[in-house]
């Protein structure tokens, strides 16, 4: 816990007050005098060594140095690096963890579960309904798709299906995604296929992953030919890999360690694409940390297989445990708005937990954003992307002003009032008793004063204060309260 900081002005009634959260003091009620430089810490005359105000050492948050903030008010993300792409995908095919859903309608089984310690196996029967399922995938590294895509090996499995990592063989730099249905006899994953087929046709935003074309591709293994998307590759970390990192990891990825600012910008870029989304008529229903890969100074939202119209109550629902909102109001209710924006509070309560916090009062207005995001009630709940987003960026501003102790700190306006006074910078906040003309206000002219005349029908009624247990303070008081 931080020692509190003393008020140092001269005229301070308290003597000394004690600077609040909000960075007033508590007696005086103004800002604290900025120290000159040569008295500041680790100005001229300080012991060696001693670290300057805004330093590293000022705080848990680090360097007081502001982060610059993007055209949009976000903090610009750290620079990550894309990795060596030859490295991005392994030569053996990995089955998809956790198994999956069986595709059978009205089965609510798993397939693709390891039992007795052992691990899956790539085909198999559901326990529950028998119905007979395979995870091998279609491709080997080294097959050539369509004549125009050289398989280079597997990347993680999406939610149905195979996801291969290709380059162009007309364009050897250019590598690319290629995804393809686990089980093509899986009559729901296939029509969850063809909705993001038609959808990834015609998104065009910044940070939602791109379709490059679709490869019409028999393997030798295939009765019939198979579709596969083609996707444009994008590198860097997913916001799993940044949050299971370790501290030494993320000081060489980032710089530093991940920061709240970091995940209120996360969050912001994803409901920008939410809103896009919605706008749209579609609702993503699959957010988590996995889905979100930060590139460069960039985010790219990924695996769009779970999208749904936002009028399909009727087709299998795609969603992480962890992340959507509780299983009985996904069977009452099924996924609204409101629910996208259900699993991203939880995403970001997740990111949250491995960041540094945010600063004093903004710490809560995030925690608050979060519960009303994640909220039992979905009336309860953010109603669009939008408004959850200018939110988010409430707390954020709020976060840094604190931080950086900027001269208007703002509270987020949906979960409490400015902490900003009108005026404020102007100088102090006087006292009651320099507005009332005396203590309390209870001399003539004063408000209550003032207050007392005019109940009283214009007499002047002396105060209780002033003359308590008189005739006249008791006869007043009837006149006040309407008794003869």
């Known amino acids: 816990m931080s020692t ?13 007050g004690v600077i609040q959260e909000t960075g007033f003091c508590d007696a005086c009620l103004r800002r604290p005098l900025r120290a000159r430089p040569e008295q500041a810490p680790g100005g001229p005359g300080a012991p060696a060594g001693a670290p300057a105000e805004g330093s590293a050492a000022d705080g848990p948050h680090g360097p007081a140095v502001k982060e610059p903030l993007d055209r949009d008010g976000l903090v610009v993300l750290p620079y990550v690096v894309v990795g060596d792409v030859a490295k991005a995908a392994t030569p053996e095919a990995r089955l998809p963890s956790g198994g999956r859903a069986c595709p059978t309608a009205g089965c609510d089984g798993r397939i693709g579960i390891g039992y007795g310690g052992r691990p899956p196996a790539e085909e198999g029967f559901c326990v529950d309904c028998g119905r007979r399922y395979t995870f091998r995938p279609r491709l080997r590294p080294s097959d050539r798709v369509g004549e125009h895509y050289e398989v280079l090996g597997y990347l993680t499995p999406g939610g149905f299906g195979w996801v291969y990592l290709a380059r162009d063989v007309h364009n ?18 296939r029509t969850i296929a063809e909705a993001e087929r038609h959808l990834l046709t015609t998104l065009r935003h910044s940070d939602i992953v791109r ?14 030919p ?71 100074r960039e985010i790219k939202i990924i695996d769009l297989g779970g999208v749904r119209r936002t009028e399909d ?65 979905p009336e309860a709940r953010f109603t669009s992307a939008a408004q959850m987003s200018r939110q988010l960026w409430e707390v954020l501003r709020e976060h840094r002003a604190l931080l950086y102790n900027e001269e208007f700190p703002e509270r987020s306006t949906l979960f409490a009032p400015t902490a900003e006074l009108f005026g404020a ?20 002219g004063g408000p209550l004063d003032v207050m007392r005349r005019f109940v009283s029908g214009g007499r002047r009624v002396p105060s209780a204060a002033g003359r308590a247990g008189s005739r006249e303070d008791a006869a007043a008081h009837g006149a006040v309260a309407g008794r003869p």
């Open 4 to 16: 509190p900081r003393e008020c140092v002005r001269a005229d301070c009634p308290g003597k000394p």
């Open 172 to 189: 050897p730099e250019q590598r690319v995604v290629l995804k393809t249905m686990i089980d093509p006899s899986d009559e729901a994953a």
């Open 211 to 224: 379709i490059i074309t679709f490869e019409h591709h028999r393997g030798e293994q295939d009765a019939e």
């Open 226 to 296: 198979v579709d596969y998307l083609v996707m444009e590759y994008v590198g860097g970390r997913s916001l799993r890999e940044i949050v299971d990192a370790s501290d030494t990891e993320l000081r060489a990825l980032f710089g530093g360690p991940l920061d709240i600012g970091h995940v209120i910008t996360y969050g912001c870029k994803i409901l920008g694409a939410f809103e896009y989304l919605h706008q749209l008529g579609w609702l993503y229903c699959d957010m988590k940390p996995d889905n979100v890969i930060h590139y460069e």
């Open 313 to 377: 109550h009727e087709s299998r629902l795609v969603y992480d445990e962890r992340y959507a909102p509780p299983a009985a109001e996904r069977h009452s209710r099924g996924f609204h708005t409101d629910s996208d924006l259900y699993t991203v509070g939880r995403t970001l309560a997740h990111l949250a937990e491995r960041a540094l916090p945010a600063k004093a009062l903004a710490a809560r207005s995030f925690g608050h954003l979060v519960a009303r995001a994640t909220h039992m009630r």
């Open 425 to 444: 910078d102007l100088g102090s906040v006087l006292p009651l008793a320099h507005w009332s003309g005396r203590p309390r206000g209870s001399g003539p």
